[in-house]
């Protein structure tokens, strides 16, 4: 019998194979005192092994570089930094000093003091600098005790689906996705360093799946879909004939991906559609032009911050933004400020602790307490504007004061480059990206200081439902078919078609075939997904008429429960697409 998990997608892709199960972890370290002649040589062991620990992070940042970028290899700065910490070098020779511990043991238990410190911090950022710390506890450990380096995936004699209980960027970044079909964790989330690695990699993955470590087997017959975040072990006849007709057509998409992209994103009746990508590094954006996008609608600037030990220089961001201008000419390009909190926090930023992190210090209102951090981003922006149609798109906005005192800082910093002779577009454009219920109803307002709208489906229906979307018990009631989700949806275009403003979509329910009919019944006529989503999303746009797609709009919007709206959109949609054929997306939807 099959055994299914759902978890959340970290990395989009369909495979399937058998499971290898890699195990690592921080070793057991026996309890060793040493006679006071053996201090000073436990003391350069420990040193030895620290500069030994370093060599072999270099080697992993200079593999990242060459096959992901230079910015994308800054992930590994964290960890060099730790060993040097002074907490980390002084607390372990200490112990070697003072309690005459071997230094395996004493590093071991420094190691452990302040993974305990930290945790009980209940920092929001703890659980990715924890998983540094732990890469580098099994590293230096497994030197000082002569064991080689666990993890090690070069001997592996056929492709597999990695499953483990975490992951580190070290361990990601020596993956090779011909050998490594998927990755399947029981932790992590999809801004873990190591996740952000896999999808630049192009390596599909699942994580939140809780104990799939535990329940799986090496060797075991994996079905993995990194697009919806589940994996299915053992799967019986169904299950590999669904699999083999949704891989069937993705194959047949990505070989028609040349021509599928060159055709217009138009409806059967003529209604033309902007299709643009989400972007969460720049080595994506090369992909996302490849797959057909027309631009970028969500160009997350995360990547700068998380994970870094500073403060990114405005010229590294410049330089980001510019390339990805330059890659869309002729597209809209839309920068997103910092969307920090939550679940993101760079090292540099002394978070206090939060009940409700995800209510709390996050997005617009970080950056407008941190100007040190924030007006950096708005100099590089303004210099970017010469190569292109880039736009500036601030996040969790409620209230247009916010908005206002962004333009005044935007002000204030093009007066100072042109003191210093520095060209930008004065034309650039500011728009808005609404999340909550309290920005849709009050959108009126907002689009008197905007210049577009886009709508942020992933957290406005979290906040509007009352429903955390990253609690797999939770996952049954979040649904972005919700009756007061597509009734917001349609608010929000009414005011932004009324005031003569672009409004667009950004979230995951774009990339949904039956999202993605709702969102053009509704008006909305710019959407932007997942690059590896492009090529679907046109199809099914090319494949049913505006007219329809309005009819059942206005019958969801009558519709009292989320099952009736989505009875509606099937029965609109079910005439003109075969929604089978659309690899599962869909699927969540009518569950």
Known sequence: MSLVRDGYPAAEGMVSGPVHILTWGVPEV????????????????????REWA???????????????????ARI???QLLMLDDHEVVDGTTRYIRENRLSAARAFDWRMLELQALWIRTQNPMVLDRLNDVEDLQVRVLHRLLDRPEPGDLEALDEPVIVVARNLTPSLTVQMDPDRILGVATDLGTRTSHWAILARSLAIPSVVGLLDISRVATEGQEAIM??????????????????????????????????LISKLDAVTKDGQPVAIRANVDLPSEVDQARLHGAEGIGLFRTEFLVVGRSSMPEEEEQYQAYRQAAEAFPDGAVVIRTYDLGGDKFPMFLQMTREENPFLGWRAIRVCLDRLDLFRPQLRAFLRATIHGDLRMMLPLVNDIEEVMRVRELLGEEEEALKREGVPFYAGYKVGV???????????AELARHADFFSIGTNDLVQYTLAVDRTNPRLAHLYNPFHPSVVRQLHQVSRVARAAGIEVSVCGEMAANPLGTYLLLGLDIPSISVPWPALPEVRKVIREFRVE??????????????SRDVTRCLVEGIGASVDLAAFSGRWSLSLG
Not at 30 to 43: L, Q, S, Y
Not at 54 to 72: H, N, P
């Open 30 to 49: 026996p309890h060793e005192t040493i006679a006071p002649e053996r201090i000073e040589e436990e003391v350069e062991r420990f040193d030895a092994a």
């Open 54 to 72: 370093k060599g072999r992070i270099l080697e992993m940042r200079s593999i990242a570089a060459e096959r992901l970028g230079t910015m994308e």
């Open 76 to 78: 590994f700065e964290p």
């Open 225 to 258: 879909d990194g697009r919806i975040g589940r994996i299915v072990l053992d799967p019986d006849d169904r299950d590999r004939e669904v699999y083999r007709q949704r891989r069937r057509r993705l194959q047949e998409w990505e070989e028609e991906i040349d």
């Open 433 to 443: 990206l609404l999340e909550t219920p309290a920005a849709a109803l009050d959108a």
């Open 548 to 561: 329809e797609a309005r009819a059942a709009a206005r019958k969801a919007l009558a519709a009292p429960t």
